[in-house]
C-alpha cells in the first residue's frame, strides 16, 4: 500500500446521466410477433411485404430485378471459389428455421445471379443499414434509434478526422474501431486490423459511415447475419454476437495496452466501453507532455466495473464488485427483456423494474441508485472545487491550472505536483464513467476517497458543503463532461 494512501475518511460520491438521441422511431411489427415479412423458401418476401426504407436501398442496377430463391445462392455463396460459406452458416440459425432467405436481406437476387456485381445487389455499405433488420425486428430497431447508439459518438468528428487522416486516426488511434460501426462489422469482426488496411479503404469506410451508415453501432456491428457464433445472451439463447456478454479476464485492455488489443476485446460492450490501455502510474501521470487529455479514452465502464486503472493506491481485488461477477454484466442491467415479445431492450437504459430483479425490488434499486449517484455528485463536485482551490491559491486567482492548461506542455506540468495529478485523474475518471456509482461503488467510492487524500497532503484546503440539488449537480456536472470532450477533439487523440 502506497504511503499516501491513509485511512479512508467519508468524502461525498455523485451522478449518474445518459444521453438520449433519437435517430427517428421504425413503426414495424417483429416476425416473432404477428406481422413483418417473412422469406419463403421459393424467395418470395413474404405475407407482410418489403418496407419502403427498405425497397429504398436497392442501388440502380437491382431496380426491376426478381426473387430466385436461396438455393441460386448456394451455388456461389458456398466456401468456394474465395467466397465465404454462407449459405451453409445460414441453415444453422433461427432466420433460416423462420424462412428469412439471402433476398429478405439483401433484394431481390436475379440480376445478380445474371450477372454478380457490388452494384446490382444490397450489399456493402447499404447492407449494414439497420432498416434491414427493422423489418422484422420492429420493436427493436425502434430502441435502437432511440440510443446513442444511433449517432455518430463525438458529433462524428473521430470519423470526419479518419476520413481526412486515415494514417493516424484510422490506423495509429483506430478511432474508427469503436466510432464507426460499418468499419467494425466488415473489417474488424472479419479480422482485418485497421492497421493492415490501404488508405483507400480507411477514407472509403470513413466516408461511408459518415453518409450511408451513420451510426456508432448497428445491428451487423454486435451480431453476426449469416451464423451463430456460441456467444449466448443473458437469456441462454444464441443471438449471434461477434462476443460474449460477460468477461473477467481484464488482461486485452489492461494498463497500457495497445489499441489493438483494447479495441477487440472478447466482451461485446468492453471492446468500445473500456478505459483504452489507461495507465494511472505516476510515471504515466508525469509523462503527458502531447496533450492534456487524461490517460483514458471516454467510456471506461468497463475499467469501473471490474475496478481498475484509478489511482487507488493498489490492492484493490478486480472484479470484486457485485455487478461485475453477475451474469450479463453490462447487458444484464443494461438490455432488459422488455414488452409482449420478451425482446432485450436496445436502449440501452436501466429500467428498474426489470433490469435488477431479482437481487433488487424496484423500489430498492430506484433508491439505492439516487443515494449513491446524490452522493457522488456531491463528491466529483466537492473534488472539483479543491483542485480548483489549489489553482487559485497558487495561479493568483486563476482556477484552471490543475487541468494543465496550455495543452498539458511539460512546463506547466512540472509545477504541478503529483498529488493533485492522482486527484486529477480520479476526478475524470468517475466523471468519464457516467454512472456516477452503480457500475461499481465501492470503487467510485475508494477513487473519491484517495483523490482527497492525496489533496489533504499537500495541506489542500478542505471543500465546502455542496449546496445544489441533484439537477443541479447533475447539470453543472454534464457541462464538465462536454467541456472535457471538446477540449479533448482541440488537442487529439
Not at 455499405?125 to 446513442?148: E, F, L, M
Not at 444464441?238 to 489492461?254: F, R
Not at 415479445?341 to 433508491?367: I, K, M, Q, W
Not at 503529483?418 to 456509482?437: C, P, T
Amino acid at each position: 500500500m502506497k504511503t499516501w494512501l491513509v485511512k479512508a475518511k467519508t468524502y461525498g460520491l455523485a451522478l449518474a446521466s445518459s444521453v438520449m438521441l433519437v435517430a427517428g422511431a421504425v413503426a414495424l411489427v417483429s416476425c416473432a410477433g404477428s406481422g413483418g415479412p417473412i422469406g419463403v423458401a421459393t424467395g418470395g418476401n413474404g405475407g407482410g411485404g418489403v418496407s419502403a426504407a427498405f425497397v429504398a436501398l436497392e442501388p440502380a442496377g437491382q431496380k426491376g430485378a426478381t426473387y430466385i430463391g436461396p438455393n441460386v445462392c448456394k451455388t456461389c455463396h458456398n466456401g468456394e471459389g474465395g467466397y465465404e460459406a454462407i449459405y451453409a452458416e445460414w441453415t444453422n440459425t433461427v432466420h433460416y428455421t423462420k424462412g428469412v432467405t439471402c433476398e429478405n436481406c439483401h433484394g431481390p437476387g436475379s440480376k445478380h445471379a445474371a450477372g454478380p456485381a457490388a452494384t446490382n445487389i444490397i450489399g456493402f455499405p447499404t447492407n449494414n443499414s439497420y432498416v434491414v433488420c427493422a423489418q422484422c425486428h420492429g420493436q427493436i430497431a425502434t430502441d435502437w434509434s432511440n440510443s446513442p447508439h444511433a449517432q455518430l459518438a463525438g458529433g462524428g468528428f473521430p470519423v470526419q478526422d479518419a476520413a481526412s487522416n486515415p494514417e493516424g486516426a484510422g490506423k495509429g488511434e483506430r478511432c474508427l474501431s469503436c466510432h464507426s460501426g460499418l468499419l467494425r462489422a466488415e473489417y474488424t469482426e472479419r479480422g482485418k486490423d485497421p492497421s493492415t488496411m490501404t488508405d483507400a479503404q480507411i477514407v472509403g469506410v470513413a466516408n461511408d459511415t459518415l453518409k450511408t451508415v451513420p451510426y456508432t453501432a448497428s445491428c451487423a456491428t454486435c451480431h453476426n447475419p449469416h451464423k451463430k457464433t456460441g456467444n449466448i445472451d443473458v437469456d441462454g439463447d444464441d443471438v449471434q454476437l461477434y462476443h460474449a456478454v460477460a468477461q473477467t479476464n481484464i488482461a486485452p485492455v489492461a494498463i497500457g495496452k495497445s489499441a489493438a488489443s483494447f479495441t477487440t476485446m472478447n466482451q461485446v460492450c468492453a471492446e468500445c466501453h473500456n478505459g483504452w490501455g489507461s495507465d494511472p502510474s505516476d510515471a504515466a501521470l508525469n509523462n503527458q507532455a502531447k496533450n492534456s487529455r487524461p490517460s483514458f479514452h471516454e467510456g471506461p465502464q468497463y475499467n469501473m466495473l471490474m475496478g481498475f486503472s484509478g489511482v487507488d493506491g493498489g490492492g484493490y481485488t478486480v472484479g470484486s464488485a457485485t455487478h461485475a461477477t453477475m451474469a450479463g454484466q453490462c447487458a444484464k442491467c443494461h438490455m432488459p427483456p422488455a414488452g409482449a415479445l420478451g425482446e432485450d431492450r436496445h436502449t440501452f437504459t436501466v429500467s428498474y423494474d426489470v433490469s435488477c430483479t431479482p437481487c433488487h425490488t424496484p423500489a430498492d434499486a430506484a433508491n439505492r441508485a439516487a443515494t449513491i449517484q446524490a452522493q457522488t455528485e456531491a463528491g466529483e463536485l466537492q473534488l472539483l472545487q479543491r483542485l480548483q482551490s489549489w489553482s487559485a491559491a497558487n495561479y493568483k486567482g486563476s482556477t484552471v491550472q490543475w487541468d494543465y492548461p496550455g495543452q498539458g506542455s511539460s512546463a506547466n506540468q512540472s509545477n504541478v505536483p503529483i498529488q493533485i495529478k492522482r486527484a486529477r485523474h480520479n476526478y475524470y475518471f468517475v466523471l468519464n464513467d457516467r454512472s456516477y456509482g452503480p457500475h461499481n461503488a465501492a470503487y467510485t467510492n475508494l477513487l473519491l476517497q484517495v483523490a482527497n487524500q492525496n489533496l489533504d497532503a499537500i495541506n489542500v484546503a478542505p471543500s465546502s458543503k455542496v449546496d445544489m440539488s441533484p439537477a443541479q449537480m447533475k447539470s453543472t456536472l454534464d457541462a464538465q463532461f462536454k467541456q472535457e470532450s471538446a477540449e479533448d477533439r482541440s488537442v487529439g487523440p
